[in-house]
């Protein structure tokens, strides 16, 4: 079963920078698609950022500030988080689906079957 366990959030002011982490058991990267994806306080889910072994993509909210990485040997997905502004503060969680990532994984968090428990990312102006 997989298991997803995200970390790295915490408080940070506009303008700065945080990285999160997500740690990824029974699960290849090779044959996943990974995806961040947040939601706010009373706003829709929404995604972030999603990767597989050969590409990435971003939502236009983040694109430009925002980069997923993989780390194929420890199993981690990373969300680096720059020039953070104050419309970003949410609940960040980490998803994986079988198989590469399309044009539509960004708008389809229900096509992911595996949730982390998510991490915090207050942002203060």
């Known amino acids: 079963q997989v298991q997803l366990v995200e970390s790295g959030g915490g408080s940070v002011q506009a303008g700065g920078s945080l990285t999160l982490s997500c740690a990824a058991s029974e699960l290849s990267f090779r044959w996943n698609c990974m995806g961040w994806f947040r939601q706010a306080p009373g706003k829709e889910r929404e995604g972030g950022a999603v990767?597989?072994?050969?590409?990435?993509a971003y939502a236009d909210s983040v694109q430009g500030r925002f980069t997923i990485s993989l780390d194929n040997f420890k199993r981690i997905v990373y969300l680096q988080m720059t020039n953070l502004r104050p419309e970003d503060p949410a609940m960040y969680y980490c998803a994986s689906r079988g198989g590469r990532c399309d044009g539509t994984d960004l708008l389809r968090g229900d096509r992911f079957d595996s949730w982390g428990q998510g991490t915090q990312v207050p942002v203060s102006s």
């Open positions: 990767i597989d072994s050969d590409s990435a």
